[in-house]
């Protein structure tokens, strides 16, 4: 069975600030890993991803994130927190030969101050 | 990515009726799933919409409560039956689209009284 913890509820960092956001994964193969966000009374909108090659990941808004298969981490970054970062984030697994659907970890709110 | 609309958008309901949520591609694609998203939660999935056969369920989601329809690869129905207030939730459907990514439509907020 595969499952994903983000042990952070919430978040707060101030504008400008560098930001994190946690995550490990466990799947049973290699893992695809996935950061979704979600603003308020909206759908779900892709981030970020790895599937293989460089662990760290560049993505959508000026967020990165690093893969660590030590760790089984895949941690959300960016360098400059903006007012308008604040929302859910959801980080979510796969496993590379299991089933296609994800699995979603129980999400993080940040809020950035400004 | 491939562009998802779903229909209704919300929608408040009695207990004891059904609901159907349409969901529609823009592309054609394999594969496509159904999530709920209960209040403060994260998603479950409910099922994968399988083109041409029956839905694949996981555990704890069944046919008679949640029947699936998929008659094409750009399009398929969710219905929520029989509602109750545990019901209300946000449900979603998503695709995957281009080198394993999922994309998720808007969503149907579902209230149920």
């Known amino acids: 069975a595969q499952s994903v913890a983000q042990p952070e509820d919430q978040v707060n960092v101030a504008e400008g600030n560098p930001l994190t956001v946690k995550c490990t994964y466990s799947?049973?193969?290699?893992?695809?890993l996935f950061w979704y966000v979600q603003y308020p009374n909206r759908g779900l909108q892709f981030l970020l991803k790895y599937i293989t090659g460089d662990n760290l990941v560049k993505g959508s808004y000026g967020f990165e994130a690093e893969f660590n298969k030590s760790q089984t981490s895949f941690h959300l970054k960016k360098p400059s927190a903006l007012v308008s970062d604040s929302a859910l984030y959801f980080c979510?697994?796969?496993?590379?030969?299991?089933?296609?659907?994800?699995?979603f970890g129980s999400g993080t709110r940040l809020q950035v101050q400004p | 990515s491939a562009v998802i609309s779903q229909k209704p958008s919300r929608d408040i309901c009695q207990r004891g009726t059904s609901l159907t949520i349409q969901c529609q591609v823009d592309s054609q694609v394999t594969m496509m799933f159904w999530y709920r998203q209960q209040p403060g939660q994260s998603l479950t999935l409910i099922a994968t919409a399988n083109q041409g056969s029956e839905a694949t369920y996981e555990s704890g989601f069944v046919i008679d409560k949640f029947p699936i329809s998929r008659p094409n690869l750009t399009f398929s129905t969710l219905t929520v039956s029989n509602m109750s207030p545990e019901d209300s939730s946000i449900y979603l459907c998503s695709v995957e689209h281009l080198q394993e990514t999922q994309y998720f439509g808007p969503g149907t907020r579902l209230l149920v009284l």
């Open positions: 799947v049973s193969g290699n893992p695809y």
């Open positions: 979510a697994v796969r496993d590379l030969t299991g089933r296609r659907a994800l699995t």
